[in-house]
Nanobody, 125 residues
Framework: QVQLVESGGGSVQAGGSLRLSCAAS????????MGWFRQAPGKEREGVAG????????YYADSVKGRFTISQDNAKNTLYLQMNSLKPEDTAMYYC??????????????????WGQGTQVTVSS
């Protein structure tokens, strides 16, 4: 059974940083894309960043380019999202997602088989 467990969310002031972690069990990094998505109240879930854990493809939404960095630690079977220069508009529930077949990552939700429960990020001005 695949489980994705996010952690690292919290409340910060604008300009601050947070690092989200997604610990995977029952799923082995290195074969397909994993990604981070977010959903703010009243808005649709959107792709923030994605990485082909076998190496090569990385995606960032335009709104986070230059501020967020997605990375992985295969030994720990964990995905990360380093978020710097946070803005109030980054406030959302952040979800980790894993695919079993996508190798070119994008911001779309299609193809992500597994989802975590989410971790809340709140950025105050």
């Amino acid at each position: 059974q695949v489980q994705l467990v996010e952690s690292g969310g919290g409340s910060v002031q604008a300009g601050g940083s947070l690092r989200l972690s997604c610990a995977a069990s029952g799923y082995t990094l290195g074969r397909a894309c994993m990604g981070w998505f977010r959903q703010a109240p009243g808005k649709e879930r959107e792709g923030v960043a994605g990485i082909y854990t076998g190496g090569g493809s990385i995606y960032y939404a335009d709104s986070v380019k230059g501020r967020f960095t997605i990375s992985q630690d295969n030994a720990k079977n964990t995905l990360y999202l380093q978020m710097n220069s946070l803005k109030p508009e980054d406030t959302a529930m952040y979800y980790c997602a894993a695919s079993t077949w996508i190798t070119v990552c994008s911001g779309g939700r299609r193809g992500y088989n597994y989802w975590g429960q989410g971790t809340q990020v709140t950025v105050s001005s």
